[in-house]
């Protein structure tokens, strides 16, 4: 053993302790019985009293003492037997409805709990879970199809559909998405839209078009960008629709409108020129000429003349049509804007029919350009009947609408109503509809005419946005 003197202590300096923070000692746990045993102990509890009764009379009595020891087994075993027995009729239940309900969890609905039925209050829950299952195993199903369906028209439809999540990551792309990129899904899932050249979709207008190049297509797109929330986080849906098919139709069909509508009016304007210049020139051509010939040559040329400046008001209607300047929006009141319109008709009085008071932002001169050229067919078609002519508008949720109604013979030909220079009046240029529904839809609105229901005559309806 080794002495102190071999081992001496050092000397160590005194440290104080900090104090440390007062904290609430825990408290354990309390231990709950289970609900198995709780129903065991009730069950015991509730035969307790009639058992030891049983087994008092039974000891107190005189009975011989095997009589005695085989009763009180009796009595005991059937005691703890109904316990038990009670406790499983409980439980039982119980357990099925639980392992019911972990199949509910785990998306299995083809399970159904035996023995519901009603009028009991178990048999109730029990049909209420099977209820509740039949009714998931529906939702499920209808899930699958929708999920089914919209897999097929994402796959089917012509336009692409990419699907980014807030770390602007593609999530999701279509068939047409891939041939875009000239690339399949696996190889684009998780690439940054930078990556694929749509970072510009994610970014401005949510509704545009741009021309851009793509790996798989080139030309004109139309962007639409939305935001919907997957898992409580933002994801942006993306899709590219190809104008450029759309807008090479369009042209052509512009063009060949063009070419019809031209191509009549020259023609309707240079064949009297071709034929009487050539009049004229065999009269000029002639030795022996009449004694009127100088009255002739006169009514040709003026023939001439008169035609070549119904081709140059033709060519001057169509610049106006062509090059309409683009609205200068300021606050009008449209009960001014409209009486000023009908004022300026002298024919006959224009009725005017009150509406709510509005105040909107529109180009005055332009829309009472329109409203003039409705106000002033209006008349024409009433003066022919000898009805009248009525102005008005009215107010529906956030549109505006402005009606022109006659009483005159109403539309024959609906079909050429706003082709460029077709007019059924003597004298009639061709375009008062056609400039009304472009500044119409200069404005965001639109411009309709059609016969009246209940009475004669047709009305021009412009529609109007409030907010444009």
Known sequence: ???????P????????PSPQPRTRPRRKPKRYLSHEN???LLA????????????????????DPNTRWSLTSIVVLLWVGFAFGLRAAVIRPLQTLSNMQSALREGDFSFRVR???SGDALGELMLEVNTLSELLREQRLGAMEASALLTTVMTEIDVAVFAFDGDQRLRLVNRAGERLMAQNAERLLGKSA????????????SARTLEKIFPGQSGRWGVRRSVFRQGGKPHYLVVLADLSRALREEERQAWQRLVRVLGHELN????PICSIAGSLEDLMKREIRAADWQDDLRR???VIADRSDALSRFMRDYSRLTRLPKPELRPIDLNVLVKTAAGLETRTAVEIEPGPTIVMNLDSDQLQQALINLIRNAVDASLEAGGKVRVGWTKNANWVHLIVRDEGPGIANPGNLFVPFFTTKPGGSGIGLVLSRQIAEAHGGTLSLRNREKDKGCEAIIQLPLSP
């Open 1 to 7: 053993m080794e002495s102190e003197a071999a081992n």
């Open 194 to 205: 930078e990556e694929l050249g749509l970072l510009e979709c994610l970014q401005g207008e």
């Open 115 to 117: 023995g519901a039925k």
């Open 44 to 63: 015991l509890g509730s035969g307790a009293a009639g058992v030891v009764l049983t087994l008092l009379l039974l000891w107190t009595g005189e009975h």
């Open 268 to 271: 309707n304007s240079l064949a």
């Open 300 to 302: 040709g040329l003026r």
């Open 38 to 40: 709780r129903i065991l």
């Open 9 to 16: 202590v050092r000397p160590t300096a005194a440290v104080t």
